[in-house]
């Protein structure tokens, strides 16, 4: 029935989908931003950030922050168990915990792509993409200083197309001794220097997407211990509390406002194809 499902959505036709708000916890100013690019078919349907069970993220987040994936660790894939400390499995959490758990460590979460036309769940699919104000996020919460991009060259390289203006405003810079972000930097980015006050990091993350098969989960996550988790940007004053962008979890989107704006995208396809 899997192979089935699989043909089917391989056989359907492409969809416009909306992503996810924002998540910012109160309880701690935010100084990084995972930044994903857009929730797959099983993530839409769960109403969760990186919801599918092989993605790496929260196996990733988990080992590194001290728990354990509670809604999948039955399904936890043969690769990622053996990698998983043992003292995280004694601290299961649901989906609604893990939010709780990263926000509470100074993690916010968001895509890059608010909406985009697609068939299937591959980020290689995408069509179509209107972004998320990233900039505006970090504008409203300034203690953001570092971007990590979770699925890697694809979320970074939507980031480019849609982030002009801001790669050349000398508020983004790349820390010392990261040797994979440079390689997709535009030649026109104008960086800032690193560790100036307001400036924002860029870091391209190994992928966690499990189609990023050709990197192992132990590489994956001795990565993300580096260069996101094992230390956090210089934030500012953890007293600092900016203007409430969103304290929800992921909600679901607004179906009247996307069959709409599917409507909308058809009849622009017509009128194309007329």
């Not at 209107?130 to 996020?137: E, F, K, M, P, S």
């Amino acid at each position: 029935s899997s192979i089935l499902g699989s043909l089917s959505l391989m056989r359907a036709e492409p969809r416009l989908t909306t992503s996810f708000d924002a998540i910012v916890s109160l309880r701690r100013t935010p100084h990084t931003l995972v930044v994903g690019t857009h929730p797959s078919i099983m993530s839409l349907q769960a109403v969760e950030y990186f919801g599918h069970h092989c993605n790496a993220f929260w196996w990733i987040a988990g080992a590194c922050l001290g728990f354990a994936r509670g809604q999948h660790v039955e399904k936890c894939p043969s690769n990622i168990r053996p990698h998983i400390p043992e003292h995280s499995w004694s601290q299961p959490l649901s989906y609604q915990e893990q939010v709780t758990r990263l926000g509470e460590h100074g993690y916010a979460l968001w895509d890059v792509a608010r909406r985009v036309t697609r068939k299937g769940s591959l980020d290689a699919d995408i069509k179509n993409e209107v972004g998320n104000d990233l900039r505006g996020l970090c504008s409203q919460y300034p203690s953001i200083r570092r971007l990590c991009f979770a699925t890697g060259q694809s979320s970074f390289k939507i980031f480019i197309t849609l982030n002009q203006e801001w790669l050349k405003s000398g508020d983004l810079t790349v820390a010392p001794g990261d040797q994979l972000t440079p390689k997709f930097l535009p030649t026109e980015a104008k960086l800032g220097a690193f560790g100036h006050p307001g400036t924002v990091q860029l870091c391209v993350m190994e992928s966690v997407s499990p189609a990023h098969a050709k990197v192992s989960f132990p590489a994956k996550l001795k990565y993300w211990r580096e260069w996101c988790f094992d230390q956090a940007p210089i934030a500012l004053d953890e007293c600092h509390q900016p203007t409430l962008v969103n304290e929800q979890p992921a909600s679901r989107p607004n179906n009247k406002k996307i069959k709409a704006e599917e409507r909308a995208e058809r009849a622009g396809t017509r009128a194309r194809r007329l």
